[in-house]
């Protein structure tokens, strides 16, 4: 059974840092697309950010573009989502995600097969 566990949120100060770890069991994602997700208070879930199984390209929303950046190790089947220059605007709860299928990395949440339970960044004015 695929599980996919998110830590490293908390509440921070704005212009801080976070870095967000997301390690799955059950399965290897070194085949998978891995992308993060976020959902704030009377939202919809948005796109965040999303890495290749390679690894080699990345693609991420406007709003975190030069401020985030995403990583992944297989090694220990873990993908980060490193969170730099925090804005209130970023609280939320986040979500990593994905793709089994070998297709171009996506930012559609409907292709993502696996999801964590999420964690909760707030980030304080």
């Known amino acids: 059974q695929v599980q996919l566990v998110e830590s490293g949120g908390g509440l921070v100060q704005a212009g801080g840092s976070l870095r967000l770890s997301c390690t799955a069991s059950g399965r290897t994602v070194s085949t998978w697309i891995m992308g993060w997700f976020r959902q704030a208070p009377g939202k919809e879930r948005e796109f965040v950010a999303v890495?290749?199984?390679?690894?080699?390209?990345?693609y991420y929303t406007d709003s975190v573009k030069g401020r985030f950046t995403i990583s992944r190790d297989n090694a220990k089947n873990t993908v980060y989502l490193q969170m730099n220059s925090l804005k209130p605007e970023d609280t939320a709860v986040y979500y990593c995600a994905s793709d089994v299928r070998p297709l171009a990395p996506s930012q559609r949440p409907e292709r993502y097969d696996y999801w964590g339970q999420g964690t909760q960044v707030t980030v304080s004015s």
């Open positions: 890495i290749s199984m390679s690894g080699g390209i990345t």
